[in-house]
């Protein structure tokens, strides 16, 4: 059995925790010590039941607090050679750093990780997937555009959290910037809403047991509009797609 939950879900932090059995990781941490930690109380957690935090690029809202939160509770970090040299400020005095490999799975207690990359724009971006052996969790989010080794690696998936950064219209019409605007849009920028209903059609969907939209952003997307997509290509009603928000994130979820 694997749980999940997010500790919230934007441009102003990012954080998800994955569980089975007693092992409990957490996956990027865009928040304070004190921001984390209250956050994981909301969800009956504690950080030193914590085995380590995973990290999926440098960009500040997704690991802006992990090194201060990892040294405060000597907890080890995971992330690529890339992340580590472009998110060097604030590493001193790690209790333990290990650098991965984007394409060679490897284990924590009871999970099998695996990273995948993705393109974004950061020094060496990747997502991940989990599974215990009879279910599997992928997450997916800082991606400008579905690759077949994304489909490939997402496609047996019992659950998915699954960016919606973005609808096209709303980021075109926009207060931001035209260069910004190009950057998240981009191929290397954030996934929009139709991008990932277009994997849901790509992949074998019969065993989802739950989708989670995330990391939708407060200016150009509402949470009725990546519901709809979602539904839409997976149909079923709107409803059965979560949302994840950037306040509250989303509460334990389970693959049975």
Known sequence: MIRFASLGSGSQGNAL???TGAT???LDCGFSI??????LARLGAAPDELAAILVTHEHGDHVGGVFAFARRHRLAVYLTHGTYVAAARGQAGLP?????DAQQPFAIDGLEVQP????????EPVQYAF?????RLGVLTDSGSITP??????????????ECNHDQTLLAVSRYPALLKQRIGGRFGHLENEQAADLLRQID???????VAAHLSQENNRPQLASRALASALGCGEEWIGVADQQRGFDWRQLN
């Open 205 to 211: 969907s019969r065993r989802l047991q739950h989708v």
């Open 131 to 135: 599974s215990d052996g009879d279910h």
């Open 34 to 39: 004190r921001a984390a930690t209250a956050r």
């Open 17 to 19: 925790i994955v569980e």
């Open 116 to 123: 995948f990359a993705v393109p974004h724009d950061a020094r």
């Open 149 to 162: 080794h994304i489909a490939e690696v997402l496609a047996d998936c019992d659950g998915l959290v699954l």
């Open 96 to 100: 333990e750093c290990r650098l991965i």
């Open 24 to 26: 409990k990781l957490l």
